[in-house]
């Protein structure tokens, strides 16, 4: 019997959750996966950290066969990498919506602007760090200090109880699955053993989203955590070792990142 994982179409947009899509591409000779995500709530669209420009055909695709150009309210962009913001522009020009916002920290804000960006922004920290859709439907955002940008958020979902991770929980491997089984523990620590500074700031962020009831975690990069694998992750990372933990020189530490 085929499992889930073999059932999926990984060419067509997933829906890992009532009207939350994955939009992600597959390249099966790649370590590294980028992650996008729709949710749809009624006539409002609102879509996390969109693409990169290579990507960009094949998530405008997966995008437009699920909703319509205008109903995109809001673009969430966590950080201001190019893997999640290079493709901006040319989204805002598919959208065509004259009141769309980049929900974003003031700080990246100031980085994003150099992709050509047109729409206003929507600071995360002048607005109470939340969302509130039309429907009444919150998003709650986080900051996850260095993580791997000073100004980094993270997006929880209240309605569907999935917490949107940008790269914490991301992994690196060549044997990737959309959903993270056991021994998903390793990729991400091959992750996040170069990409985070300290277990001093990772640990904080454990404890921080701990009292949240999280059904899902959702990263930009490797695979969805759902179910048991949960708690499991969040364990993990609370007590690893990464970045200067792990290194006596920069040679050391150069060593720890991972090559996609």
């Known amino acids: 019997m085929a499992t889930e994982q073999e059932k999926l179409d990984y060419s067509e947009p997933i829906e890992v959750s009532d009207g939350i899509y994955w939009l992600g591409f597959y390249d099966e000779n790649a370590a590294f996966h980028s992650n996008p995500y729709l949710i749809k709530d009624g006539d409002e669209v ?26 995109v309210s809001h673009i969430i962009l966590h950080h201001q990498d190019p893997d999640l913001c290079a493709a ?13 916002k980049l929900v974003t920290h003031s700080r990246a804000s100031v980085l994003i602007h150099y ?45 569907s109880k999935i ?8 992994a ?39 009292p949240l009831d999280i059904d899902m975690i959702l990263p930009q990069h490797g695979s969805i955590i759902k179910g048991d694998m949960v708690p499991k992750c969040m364990d993990f990372l609370k007590t ?8 006596s020189s920069d040679e050391e530490l150069y060593g720890w990142i991972p090559k996609a």
Request: proline share 5%.
């Open 172 to 210: 690196i491997s060549k044997d990737w699955s959309l959903y993270a089984s056991e021994g998903y523990q390793e990729k991400m620590s091959v992750f996040h053993k170069g990409y985070m500074p300290s277990n001093k700031f990772l640990s904080a962020f454990i404890e921080k989203i701990e």
């Open 240 to 247: 690893l070792e990464v970045g200067l933990d792990l290194a």
């Open 88 to 100: 901006v522009p040319m989204l805002e020009n598919a959208v065509g919506n004259k009141d769309l």
């Open 46 to 71: 609102v879509i996390i950290d969109p693409a990169g420009i290579t990507e960009y055909p094949q998530v405008a695709s997966k995008i437009f066969s699920i909703i319509k150009p205008s109903q």
């Open 115 to 159: 992709y050509g960006v047109k729409s206003d922004f929507y600071l995360v920290d002048k607005n109470d760090y939340s969302l509130t859709l039309k429907s009444g439907r919150r998003l709650k955002f986080m900051t996850t200090p260095f993580m791997h940008f000073p100004a980094a958020i993270v997006t929880y979902d209240e309605t």
């Open 163 to 170: 917490l949107f991770s940008s790269d914490i929980f991301g």
